[in-house]
């Protein structure tokens, strides 16, 4: 059987869809599943990653006979962009054309779900390709104790890069702070703070090595949908201080030190156990693996193809209906 990826996770560097798509597309094979990344190619199913693909490519597959399935790690922010509103209105336009949608958490089905029209759904987390990210590697030596680590592709809002500087405040006189990612585009007043080093984008295996590294995963980021950083980093055996929103706490749980009103306060508690913190993060990873994701997301392809072919197809509405705005 043949699964077309409208995402190519080898085009680009970076960002959570990409880094989940490299995993998924080289553990699938083991289930029986062939990826192809040729839009042309004739497949059995077609995987839409959220808005990467148009209603045309669909259209063309269904009429050869293809299943579709369309993942999804995106949120809805009411009040947000006319440009996000677009994005949202183009994603259900596609749904409209998908036999099912996977939800990449429960917090996406509950925010997303109300826009969708596939006739069937999963929840499916996704997975880390545990031959990169795992306890013993290659280690980096990091200046700082603790030596923390923040990983981010975006500059956004939402990924709240300002409370780095709220963790140098609060935290120990000996805190040294590791950024992977753009933060040097996010005009933060900490980008000439002496106790953080801006590391840029790196490969996974890079990032493997600074997790491995590490004291902990500082996480601030608000509402993320089913972030893959955590779950890398946990795989890896760091522990996590983050914020207890979005999908987050679907995959770290207890397993990792939820932000409170007190950072300085959640930091110490942290920092107080880090050994048993190891111990949780490794416990909570062995539930995120590539392996075991590839295994459902085979599982769920099955269960399409089984379906029956033809059902009708939803007209859908105005965005500003659509999207109750």
């Not at 950024?179 to 106790?195: F, I």
């Not at 072919?309 to 939803?314: E, K, N």
């Amino acid at each position: 059987m043949k699964i077309l990826f409208t995402l190519d996770p080898y085009a680009t560097l970076g960002g959570g869809s990409r880094s989940f798509a490299r995993v998924l597309a080289e553990a699938l094979p083991s289930e029986g599943l062939a990826v192809t990344f040729d839009l042309d190619a004739t497949v059995d199913v077609v995987l839409v990653f959220a808005q990467h693909a148009t209603p045309a490519l669909l259209t063309r597959h269904r009429r050869r006979g293809a299943r579709v399935v369309h993942r999804l790690d995106e949120r809805i922010d009411r009040g947000e962009s006319w440009r996000r509103r677009l994005k949202h209105w183009r994603i259900a336009r596609l749904n409209a054309a998908a036999d099912m949608t996977v939800f990449q958490s429960d917090f996406v089905r509950s925010n997303v779900g109300p826009i969708c029209r596939a006739p069937l759904c999963r929840v499916i987390h996704n997975g880390v390709d545990s031959r990169v990210f795992r306890p013993d590697g290659d280690r980096i030596t990091l200046t700082g104790a603790p030596a923390a680590l923040h990983v981010s592709w975006s500059v956004s809002g939402g990924k709240r890069l300002d409370r780095i500087g709220e963790l140098l405040a609060a935290g120990p006189p000996g805190l040294h702070v590791y950024c992977v990612g753009r933060h040097a585009e996010s005009g933060q007043p900490w980008l000439g703070d002496p106790r953080v080093t801006l590391l840029g984008p790196r490969d996974r295996d890079e990032i493997a090595a600074l997790m491995r590294s590490a004291d902990f995963l500082f996480f601030p980021s608000e509402l993320d949908p089913c972030p893959n950083t955590p779950i890398e980093a946990m795989a890896t055996g760091l522990p996590c201080l983050y914020h207890a929103s979005g999908g987050t706490p679907e995959l770290v749980g207890d397993a990792g030190v939820a932000l409170g009103g007190r950072l300085g306060e959640d930091l110490q508690r942290l920092l107080a156990e880090l050994e048993r913190w190891r111990e949780r993060a490794l416990a909570q990873a062995t539930q995120f693996t590539g392996a075991r994701a590839a295994a459902r997301y085979a599982a769920a392809i099955k269960d399409v193809i089984e379906a029956p072919a033809d059902r009708p197809q939803c007209v859908v509405k105005h965005v500003w209906n659509l999207l109750r705005f």
